[in-house]
């Protein structure tokens, strides 16, 4: 009887010092992390940030031009021309649909390899292709201040010189042109031109004739 009161004290005993949560014979085994969660760490993934040309177009003919410039209708035909040219060339390069391009599409090797194009392709000269030139600049410009993330490639277009153009020479006048110049001054206008216009306007007129080298 005392061996088994003993043993029976020294189960409580156990028992007692033994710290709680640890009740049980088996424990449970821990659940691993699952792999790529918490035992590794992922690269962060940045995406590329594209602009869409679309809306600054838009308010480049529609604001820009028209209230912000005074532009004339001509030129803004003329500037919505050489987009339509610029966006059907960079859509057949790229093999995207003009309204899926961005402004990052419309770098500097590409309105570079575009003036080629027209000059080679389309057979335009230089004046011609300085026109259209001056049009990608003006909408350059524009951006500009609305896209201050994309002032390097602006500053490349923009660095893009002119061609030289060779001015045609008038070398000649016929006797109606010349008499439509001496008939131009309005005498009833407001502001009518000096009397003194016409006689210096023929004898220049008879000079160039008169040097003119003969054919």
């Not at 209230?67 to 004339?72: M, V, Y």
Request: hydrophobic share 35%; charged share 25%.
């Amino acid at each position: 009887m005392t061996v088994r009161a003993n043993s029976g004290n020294t189960r409580r005993k156990q028992q007692r010092i033994r710290p709680r949560g640890c009740r049980g014979a088996s424990k449970k085994p821990r659940r691993k992390a699952a792999p790529g969660l918490a035992g590794e760490k992922l690269p962060l993934v940045q995406a590329n940030a594209t602009t869409s040309v679309a809306p600054h177009l838009t308010a480049f003919f529609e604001q820009r031009l028209p209230i912000e410039r005074g532009a004339s209708e001509n030129t803004r035909q003329s500037y919505a021309y050489a987009f339509q040219l610029l966006l059907t060339f960079a859509s057949k390069r790229l093999e995207v649909a003009p309204s899926q391009l961005t402004v990052e599409h419309i770098d500097a090797p590409l309105v570079l390899d575009f003036l080629n194009d027209l000059e080679t392709t389309r057979g335009n000269g230089p004046s011609s292709r300085n026109i259209r030139l001056a049009a990608i600049k003006s909408f350059i410009h524009f951006l500009e201040y609305r896209l201050p993330s994309a002032i390097e490639q602006i500053r490349r277009i923009l660095a893009i010189p002119a061609k030289k153009s060779e001015s045609r020479l008038v070398r000649h006048l016929t006797g109606e042109e010349m008499q439509a110049l001496l008939d131009a001054p309005n005498p009833t206008a407001r502001h009518p031109r000096p009397r003194h216009a016409a006689p210096v306007l023929r004898r220049r007129l008879t000079r160039l004739r008169t040097d003119r080298p003969p054919s």
